[in-house]
């Protein structure tokens, strides 16, 4: 607006009234047809499961011998995947409602004291009691002083599993992921110094032209792939918004055969500031 006003202040009055309303109503448009897009995809991503549930069930009705083995190996099969298939539903309303609560809530800063050594330990402990990939190592450095930051502890807890289960889940076949963390004077953008995370693994990778929309809602570079690993694709614009409520910044690097790196900057916690 300011821009518009300025390069216009010469002309007649009524003209910046026109194109700042012509303005609006193309941003009120865009914010219309960015929520529909919203509106279509979540039906989309949830219809998908909800045809696999109907389709096994159906399956099921018919035509079933409870005396037949064969039939009650099928079903037991069957019903696996079915309660896969809810989970997944299950998780992707939850991320759906974790999204909404940050982005109503993007421009109230949070202002907690946060001990990222504590959290990052409290994240990286659940996974490995959860056990699922013994394969993986997640190794956490530390240096011996880290000052605490500003924040939400719930959201960056969720930040961190984010990250780190996404390091084990797409870059495990490098056996280890690291969790790198040092005291950083820059890179934040109110200029004080604060704290960087970084999560890094040894997998594949990820080619270039996939890295600036992974923070899109239900981008996924391989859709099957996510799916079979039950991802819901929100993971990561949680990831964008959370850090952005905090005024941090996130960044992602990858080298194709080599692995990603996926950095969060947080700011320091000043006492009550
Ligand atoms: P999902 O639920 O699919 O995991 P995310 O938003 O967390 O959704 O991630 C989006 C996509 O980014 C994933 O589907 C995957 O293709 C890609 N991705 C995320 N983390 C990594 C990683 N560490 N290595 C390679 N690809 C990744």
Redesign the pocket.
């Known amino acids: 607006y300011k821009l518009v006003i300025s390069r216009l202040s010469l002309v007649p009055l009524e003209t910046p009234h026109a194109v700042l309303e012509f303005q609006e109503t193309t941003l009120m448009k865009r914010t219309e047809s960015m929520r529909s897009e919203f509106v279509a995809n979540v039906s989309h991503e949830l219809r998908s499961p909800l045809a696999t549930l109907i389709g096994f069930i159906e399956t099921m009705q018919s035509g079933y011998s409870e005396t037949d083995p064969q039939d009650r190996n099928a079903h037991i099969r069957f019903l696996g995947i079915m309660e896969g298939e809810a989970q997944r539903m299950s998780r992707m309303i939850d991320?759906l409602l974790s999204l909404t609560n940050v982005e109503l809530r993007e421009h109230e800063r949070p202002r907690g004291q946060v001990d990222l050594k504590g959290l990052l330990r409290e994240v990286i402990d659940t996974l490995v009691a959860r056990g699922r990939r013994a394969d993986v190592e997640i190794v956490l450095s530390l240096p011996d002083v880290v000052p605490c930051v500003c924040g939400d502890r719930d959201q960056l807890i969720q930040v961190f599993h984010?990250?780190i289960?996404?390091?084990v889940?797409?870059?495990g076949n490098g056996g280890r992921v690291e969790v790198n963390v040092k005291a950083t004077e820059n890179g934040l953008p109110d200029g004080g110094h604060g704290v960087q995370i970084g999560?890094r693994?040894f997998?594949?990778?990820?080619a270039s032209e996939?890295i600036p929309r992974?923070?899109e809602r239900f981008?996924?570079?391989?859709?099957g792939?996510?799916?079979d690993?039950?991802?819901?694709?929100?993971?990561?614009?949680?990831?964008k918004h959370i850090i952005n409520r905090h005024r941090g910044r996130f960044h992602i690097e990858?080298v194709l055969g080599e692995?990603?790196t996926?950095t969060v900057r947080l700011p320091a916690y000043k006492g009550g500031a």
């Open positions: 991320d984010n990250l289960v996404n390091a889940k797409y870059g999560v693994d997998g594949d990778g990820i996939h992974l923070t981008y996924r570079i391989d859709k792939r996510s799916r690993m039950g991802g819901t694709g929100l993971g990561l614009a949680i990831v990858s692995g990603s996926f």
